[in-house]
């Protein structure tokens, strides 16, 4: 049982920033993978950032530069720094945790950012 809860997201405008914080709770294992997605009114969610094994990130293109993942391991909680915020930015962020057991990606319930031009 994984439970995952995000905080964090707002309104802000184009330039600002917002720290998201992701809390998870449960069976967490060292082999868990933890990251960010968002999906974007009408549009697939896609990946943002995320630790890979061996513990290095990968980024969207589109973030890159501006966002930074980041994680507390003792606090089984994952945080996105997002700085210089952009309108096309605006998104229902969703914590992610991947469990290499079975395949299986967790999800939290999602947080809104709505940055505004």
């Known amino acids: 049982q994984v439970q995952l809860v995000e905080s964090g997201g707002g309104l802000v405008q184009a330039g600002g920033s917002l720290r998201l914080s992701c809390a998870a709770s449960?069976?967490?294992?060292?082999?868990?993978?933890m990251g960010w997605y968002r999906r974007a009114p009408g549009n697939q969610r896609s990946l943002v950032a995320s630790?890979?094994?061996?513990?290095?990130?990968i980024y969207a293109d589109s973030v890159k530069g501006r966002f930074t993942i980041a994680r507390d391991n003792a606090k089984n909680t994952v945080y996105l720094q997002m700085n210089s915020l952009k309108p096309e930015d605006t998104a229902v962020y969703y914590c992610?945790?991947?469990?290499?057991?079975?395949?299986?990606?967790?999800w939290g319930q999602g947080t809104q950012v709505t940055v505004s031009s």
């Open positions: 992610n945790l991947y469990r290499i057991a079975g395949s299986y990606n967790y």
């Open positions: 630790f890979t094994r061996g513990g290095g990130t």
């Open positions: 449960g069976m967490i294992f060292s082999s868990d993978a």
